[in-house]
């Protein structure tokens, strides 16, 4: 009775080996199978910035991957196609934060885009110019959009990766600025345009009138803010939005103004 529950015991050991090894050669054969089945298309998904737009299309996104492999991705054996490369590729783009490269049941590629929100576009000393996005990484301009953001001019020097840990810098006052502008909607429904003076001053241009707020620097900015704020809600509202060519808050306390 034991040398047969024994042998009973091999025979369900040996099976179970088989039947594990037998499933084992199916599930690599499929994948080799799947592996070597060829892309049937590629599907886009770009996700747009908040106002709607893009800056890329899809025929962007197939042409960097194209230049960076060699070769299309449609009719491409599956197994050639490396999808963390292929990932790696496009968030090395200027206008991607992020992409997911994954195949679906139907040998079809599909290439998930989410874009960089320009938030400044900077037109430096040297004549460059290029935009900011909320990290301070730099982006091209668009063959396809104009963003409408907030144009920095004037004094700014060429940009360098370092910029937002530089002291005494002035794209780093731009960035800053522009972060407190965006912050605040009283400032954001005000302001079109920064400029920094060839006295290095950082000034802000409105988007209705044409006067200038001088403020000099980032220091004491949320204080700088209030007395803007202040002045406009009680002066500017009386005098009208063309009485005044310069808004000075460099002095502490104070707001200079210089008529026309």
């Excluded at 960097?64 to 783009?93: C, K, Q, T, W």
């Excluded at 403020?215 to 009485?243: C, P, Q, V």
Aim: include cysteine.
């Amino acid at each position: 009775m034991a040398k047969k529950q024994l042998k009973d015991n091999m025979l369900g050991r040996i099976l179970a080996y088989a039947t594990f090894f037998l499933v084992a050669v199916i599930i690599v054969t499929m994948v080799q199978r799947k592996k070597s089945n060829r892309a049937t298309d590629v599907v886009f998904e770009i996700e747009a910035l908040r106002s709607g737009d893009f800056l890329i299309k899809s025929e962007d996104v197939l042409e960097i991957i194209e230049r960076s492999f060699g070769h299309e991705i449609v009719g491409e054996p599956l197994g050639d196609l490396d999808m963390e490369r292929m990932e790696r590729v496009l968030e090395e783009a200027s206008f991607i934060l992020s992409a997911d490269a994954y195949v679906d049941a139907e040998e079809v590629v599909h290439l998930d885009i989410k874009q960089r929100e320009p938030i400044v576009r900077i037109m430096d000393r040297d004549g460059q110019q290029y935009y900011l996005d909320h990290t301070g990484a730099k982006m091209d301009l668009s063959d396809h959009f104009t963003a409408h953001v907030i144009v920095a001019t004037g004094n700014i020097p060429p940009y360098d990766p370092e910029f937002p840990s530089a002291e005494n810098n002035n794209l780093r006052a731009v960035f800053e600025l522009t972060q407190k502008i965006l912050s605040d909607e009283f400032l954001e429904n005000l302001v079109g345009q920064i400029h920094v003076s060839r006295q290095d001053e950082l000034q802000m241009v409105p988007i209705v009138g044409d006067q200038r707020i001088v403020l000099g620097n980032t220091e004491e900015l949320d204080d700088k803010i209030f007395r803007l704020k202040t002045f406009y809600h009680e002066a500017m509202s009386r005098m009208g939005w063309n009485k005044y060519k310069t808004i000075n808050l460099k002095f502490r306390n104070q707001v200079v103004c210089k008529k026309r």
